[in-house]
């Protein structure tokens, strides 16, 4: 089966503490992307990376840091930083970014980090 | 800047038809998605338009106007599992996405 998993759920951490949250996918995509949701609001783009060791900061990247050693891994570090941490992140993926409809993208369950 | 409008929320009957619609402005344009969205869960891509005209996929149907800067997503035989937000997204030149708030739609028995 080909998809995209986050781990956890659901999340809990203290103010202060740094958190990171997973994402794997096996469906071969070059690009994947982080995404936060808050409740009322489209997603907001954090970060993301087209190729393994590469990635570019979306329009929310303060606060938050990620890795691509790989190219089915591209995990998402939410720092003390960040001002406030509490939504719903989503991963996500796609096949070639300049290739429509390389926009589609393939979502994970997503992870529902509180902070409190 | 670019942006996304579409309206909040919707409500409907269930086995109508309703049309949920929403604009935008980009700087360039490479297609437009609509994703829905269950309460709590991951968006799933629905449908992609790049030309004008109407795309049918079953009891779902994007339009677009691209020189209107419009699209237009209508469902028909409204079941309650549509019960859902429907998300309208942009790509621009850069083929970056921008991504609408959603239209939470309510379909009422």
């Known amino acids: 089966d080909g998809g995209i998993t986050q781990s956890p759920k659901y999340l809990f951490r203290k103010e202060g503490q740094n958190v990171t949250l997973s994402c794997e996918q096996n469906?071969?995509?070059?690009?994947m992307y982080w995404y936060r949701q808050d409740p009322g609001q489209g997603l907001r783009l954090i970060y993301y990376?087209?190729?393994?060791?590469?990635?570019q900061k979306g329009d929310i990247a303060e606060g938050y840091s990620v890795s691509r050693e790989k190219k089915e891994s591209f995990p998402l570090t939410v720092t003390s930083a960040q001002k406030n941490p509490t939504a719903f992140y989503l991963c996500?993926?796609?096949?070639?970014?300049?290739?429509?409809?390389?926009?589609?993208?393939?979502f994970g369950p997503g992870t529902r980090l509180t902070v409190t | 800047g670019q942006n996304i409008d579409q309206p909040t929320e919707m409500t409907a009957t269930e086995g109508a038809i309703v049309q949920i619609n929403c604009t935008y402005q980009?700087?360039?344009?490479?297609?437009l998605f609509w994703y829905q969205q269950h309460a709590g869960e991951a968006p799933t891509f629905l449908s992609y338009?790049?030309l004008d005209g109407l795309e049918e996929k079953g009891r779902f149907s994007s339009f677009l106007s691209r020189s209107k800067g419009y699209s237009y997503l209508l469902l028909k035989e409204l079941q309650m599992k549509d019960s859902a937000s429907y998300l309208c997204?942009?790509?621009?030149?850069?083929?970056?996405?921008?991504w609408g708030a959603g239209t939470k739609l309510i379909i009422k028995p």
């Open positions: 996500a993926s796609s096949p070639l970014l300049d290739s429509p409809p390389g926009g589609e993208q393939y």
């Open positions: 469906l071969n995509h070059d690009a």
């Open positions: 990376s087209q190729i393994v060791n590469d990635f």
């Open positions: 980009t700087s360039g344009f490479n297609g």
């Open positions: 338009n790049v």
């Open positions: 997204v942009a790509m621009d030149s850069n083929y970056q996405l921008i």
